[in-house]
């Protein structure tokens, strides 16, 4: 079958949720049994999301293959429950590095290189990679940013030529943004949207549908006005209110036919449609639940708690499967550390679990060891992912084998015990491996003690799960805690790297070194958050 190209553009403010409107486009189309592949380009000059500011920009999400990306493709995965890989993420300073090398080996032949044809082929390249590799049968690209921005002017000329290239039959313009309310008049405004297709048009690209979000109910003479102004056709301008969970937009979007509509105009033959399970999942939100779980989250970056999304979602999927209401709590690990004993009691009794998330860097981490050290001793189910694992090790090694010193060489390279370090091995291994980064990326394979409760949790013996850290337990102190009663739940299966950490004698004591959040998923929630959260109602 012909690939199908689907491009999601962003107009009048950012912060829309574009991702979660193309994710769910896709999962509307995948139910209907086609192929779907996702992608995002996003304007920066970096080349991928791993150096971006987390507290700027949120979560650094990653994928199978190692690639760190925007918080966006944690969505696409959520949303059409598949395993994304690099072609999904291109940033604009990957398709520049790629010019300016071929540039300097002399592939373009003396010739003058410029934004057009030489950026916009890259970027088309990237697009016909992508569907070639993942052989979908529809490709949805969202362009990051909003249109009008400088900085995405050369994505938006190659997803114009696109049509031109693969023909009207084959593309499709999906065009996402708002309708503010004005307090004082009591209505919605349809000027910024009416300009920001009139900037899209002028860019040569007329839009086959229409997104339009807003806080508050769209009436259908908005509607008209809206399509009159803007040569979109009435059915195809689509009203999307904010709703109390992203996972309904699927929904919603296929009440309004968003499916019939993309059928007619790709000429794509819808299958049968089965958003069976899917509804299923909705319909869990919607059944009130009868008991309210709080669950603490130790972080550090308070102001900006996109960094967690993929924790937050694994334990609202959980919740939801459990048909518990969760409440998330924010625990400030620098607030604890300021905090004496009473305090801190005082703070962690309000929660029936705690998770401490990963992280980098010094600021906080005395007060999540802290935050650890309560859930250990009053037996409150923990769940410790990346730091938190590394932390809950540190932990331990202090309060339990008595080594008071114990540390990560993250934060004290002199520490006499160090716990926590980097593998010299490993770390060459890395370098070779990662293009000269020295982090363990992506999905590395696993073995599980079967003795352990995180086995029981997983019931098997050997899993994936992704990893984005530079520090790995220390083998040496291995025999150590073992004899304290620390249990070895999961290794590489060569034994060399410790993965998962547990406790006996407690409700649900659980660390591991990989990122588990990135695999959870609404139609594959992850065994370990529903085991977290079932533990934690039950405490
Ligand atoms: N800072 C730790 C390391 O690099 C943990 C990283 C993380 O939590 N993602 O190993």
């Given at each position: ?383 410790g992912?990346c730091y938190g694992m590394q932390l809950a090790t540190i932990e331990f090694t202090r309060n339990v084998a008595n080594l008071?010193s114990a540390n990560t060489t993250e934060i004290n390279p002199k520490t006499p015990h160090p716990v926590i370090h980097i593998m010299p091995d490993q770390e060459k291994k890395m370098l070779?491996h990662?293009?000269?980064?020295s982090m363990r990326?992506?999905?590395y394979p696993c073995k599980l003690n079967k003795k352990s409760?995180t ?8 899993i994936?799960e992704?990893h984005?850290h530079r520090y790995e337990f220390n083998n040496q102190y291995r025999e150590i805690l073992e004899q304290k009663g620390l249990v070895i739940a999961g290794t590489s299966p060569d034994n060399h790297l410790v993965e998962i950490i547990e406790l006996k ?5 659980i660390a591991t070194q990989f ?25």
């Open positions: 079958m012909q690939t199908k190209f689907i491009f999601v553009t962003g107009g009048v403010l950012s912060g829309l949720g574009k991702g979660v409107t193309a994710a769910s486009i896709g999962n509307i189309l995948k139910s209907h049994g086609f192929k779907i592949w996702m992608q995002k380009f996003d304007q920066y000059l970096n080349i991928d999301a791993g150096t971006l500011n987390p507290e700027e920009h949120g979560e650094v999400f990653v994928l199978d293959d190692g690639s760190e990306t925007d918080l966006d493709l944690g969505h696409y995965e959520r949303f059409i429950d598949t395993s994304l890989d690099k072609t999904s993420s291109v940033m604009s300073g990957q398709i520049y590095q790629a010019i300016l090398e071929k540039e300097r080996s002399g592939k373009y032949l003396g010739k003058t290189i410029q934004m057009i044809p030489h950026v916009t082929d890259e970027v088309k390249s990237r697009i016909f990679k992508a569907a070639v590799d993942s052989k979908c049968d529809v490709l949805i690209t969202e362009i990051g940013g909003t249109i009008g921005d400088y900085e995405g002017t050369h994505f938006v000329e190659a997803i114009r030529q696109m049509k031109h290239d693969v023909g009207e039959d084959n593309v499709l313009y999906v065009h996402v943004g708002f309708l503010p309310y004005l307090g004082a008049s009591q209505e919605l405004k349809g000027r910024p949207m009416q300009f920001s297709v009139h900037d899209l048009q002028a860019m040569g690209i007329q839009p086959d549908v229409l997104i339009c979000r807003s806080d508050h109910p769209v009436k259908p003479s908005m509607v008209k006005k809206i399509a009159l102004f803007t040569g979109v056709e009435e059915e195809a301008v689509i009203p999307l209110e904010t709703v109390n969970t992203i996972y309904k937009v699927p929904l919603i979007l296929e009440k309004y036919h968003l499916d019939q509509i993309v059928s007619r105009k790709l000429k794509l033959k819808l299958k049968n449609q089965s958003n069976k399970e899917w509804s299923k999942f909705i319909q869990k939100i919607d059944t009130s639940p009868k008991k309210t779980i709080k669950i603490g989250l130790v972080g550090k970056y308070m102001a900006m708690k996109d960094t967690y999304f993929s924790v937050t979602e694994s334990l609202k999927i959980a919740a939801i499967w459990q048909n518990v209401k969760l409440e998330l709590g924010w625990i400030d690990a620098e607030q604890l550390e300021k905090s004496s004993k009473q305090e801190i009691a005082k703070i962690m009794k309000e929660y029936d679990a705690i998770c401490v998330p990963g992280g980098f860097g010094s600021r906080g981490i005395e007060g999540k060891i802290l935050a650890i050290e309560y859930a250990r001793k009053h037996k409150i189910p923990f769940l992912l008071k070779e990662n293009y000269g980064g990326l992506g999905a409760k086995y029981q949790c997983y019931k098997k013996e050997s994936f992704r984005r004698n407690h409700p649900f004591f990122h588990p959040e990135f695999k959870s998923r609404p139609l594959s929630p992850h065994p370990l958050f529903v085991e977290f959260v079932k533990t934690a109602l039950k405490n």
